[in-house]
């Protein structure tokens, strides 16, 4: 399998802080605003700034949550296997907030679609943001598009682009890989 490295831990640091500063430009003290991580990776790349923004810029008490779309994925009944879902961990009210989903790689759209639909049982949210730290471009199926981007990224059908996290990888890495 040929891999290329897209982002180094350097860049990855460098872009995750600029993601931050995006995000507090927008939503100041996060008063009104809860973060929301998809489940299963961009509970890390949530994770990871909502650690920047509480050790490096100050703010205090955002709301976290992490979002499953496991079942409201429009392809789930396709898999062969049984689906294993992930937990949902919202703990506070969503409804008239602004909430921010948070992903690692946004590539058809079809998650984030999903999304959409499993967060409308929490309640009316009075709007809703993306923020991707990779964009796959050319690659979606619906009509939906980051708010906030790291990097763009062309990537062919049989790539595959990687995120890797120090705290569950052993590094933080961006790979581009060759599908068998
Ligand atoms: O390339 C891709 C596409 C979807 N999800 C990923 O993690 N990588």
């Known amino acids: 399998m040929s891999q290329k490295v897209l982002l180094s831990a350097k860049e ?13 430009e927008n939503h100041q003290d996060f008063k009104d605003t809860v973060l929301i991580g998809i489940q299963p990776r961009g509970k890390f790349l949530a994770e990871r700034l909502v650690k920047i923004l509480t050790e490096e810029y100050h703010i205090q008490n955002i709301s976290l949550g992490f979002l ?3 079942f409201f994925r ?7 296997k049984p689906l294993e879902a992930n937990k949902t961990e919202i703990d506070f009210v969503v409804d008239d907030k602004k909430i921010v989903f948070i992903d690692d790689v946004l590539y058809t759209g079809r998650s984030i679609r999903a ?3 499993a967060i409308q049982s929490f309640g009316r949210p009075s709007e809703i943001e993306l923020l991707t730290l990779i964009d796959r471009r050319f690659s979606r199926h619906l009509p939906i598009q980051p708010d906030y981007r ?3 990224v062309d990537a062919i059908n049989n790539e595959k682009v990687v995120v890797k996290w120090k705290e569950y990888d052993g590094e933080d890495e961006v790979l581009l890989e060759l599908k068998k």
């Open 12 to 24: 990855i640091s460098i872009i995750l802080h600029r993601l931050a500063c995006q995000l507090i």
């Open 68 to 70: 499953d779309i496991t």
């Open 74 to 80: 429009d392809d789930f009944r396709r898999n062969e």
């Open 115 to 117: 999304a959409l639909t």
């Open 150 to 152: 790291g990097r763009q």
